[in-house]
């Protein structure tokens, strides 16, 4: 007896948008790291009036909203390819649970007996 054990018969779902969005992850991941990078750098070109104090305190908020928006989208998609994954999963092939045969009987063999 195998591990997996697949129920015959079951007729497989195709493929379907959960497929895209596994195949499109990588470049998500890519541009949400990418975007709020760029804001943060383009902060540093930015032309700020006021002191120097204020100057930094400006470009060091860009990046402390570059950093919340970047794990904000990172979450976003963690949880996207994960709801992804399961309906990959859930459309995959059956498998038994239990493979052993089942005693018939009209009453239960074990417990009080009933008049």
């Not at 054990?5 to 790291?33: D, M």
């Amino acid at each position: 007896m195998s591990l997996f054990n697949q129920l015959p018969g079951f007729v497989r779902t195709p493929a379907g948008l959960e497929r895209v969005i596994l195949r499109r992850l990588p470049k998500a991941f890519l541009l949400s790291a990418v975007l709020p990078g760029l804001g943060a750098l383009s902060a540093r070109w930015f032309d700020w009036s006021g002191s120097e104090a204020a100057v930094a305190a400006n470009i060091q908020m860009v990046d402390f909203v570059a950093i919340g928006v970047l794990l904000l989208l990172w979450t976003l998609l963690l949880t996207v390819g994960i709801g992804a994954f399961i309906v990959m999963v859930m459309k995959g092939p059956a498998y038994v649970a239990d493979g052993y045969p089942l005693v018939e009987s009209d009453r239960p063999l074990d417990g009080p007996r009933r008049p």
